[in-house]
């Protein structure tokens, strides 16, 4: 199981082109996250590869470009008019 779980980082740090160290706090992240653990201290505001990497797996984030997708289109700037009807004066 050990095997596995080494295969799995050495695969991911490739693909995202991390350390060792930041793509291993990333796994124990999202494994933190998933059983509703809290962070340490230490992993929250630390500053070495390993919390980053906890970091970015435990507070995580939708892909900008689906949320942009669903999201409506922002409505379409109208003249002002006053009271009576007309263009709004200035």
């Known amino acids: 199981?050990?095997?596995?779980?080494?295969?799995?980082?050495?695969?991911?740090?490739?693909r995202?082109?991390?350390s060792l160290a930041r793509t291993k706090g990333h796994i124990d992240g999202e494994t933190s996250?998933?059983?509703?653990?809290?962070?340490?201290?230490y992993a929250q505001i630390g500053i070495d590869e390993y919390c980053l990497g906890f970091r970015s797996g435990y507070y995580e984030r939708k892909n900008p470009e689906l949320i942009r997708s669903k999201?409506?289109?922002?409505?379409?700037?109208?003249?002002?008019t006053n009271s009576r009807g007309g263009a709004h004066d200035t």
Do not use: C, F, H, Q
Not at 33 to 41: A, F, I, K, M, N
Not at 71 to 80: E, G, Q, S, Y
């Open 1 to 14: 199981m050990k095997d596995l779980y080494d295969e799995k980082i050495k695969v991911l740090a490739e």
């Open 16 to 18: 995202n082109g991390w």
């Open 33 to 41: 996250r998933r059983r509703g653990l809290t962070p340490s201290t």
């Open 71 to 80: 999201t409506p289109a922002a409505p379409v700037n109208r003249p002002l």
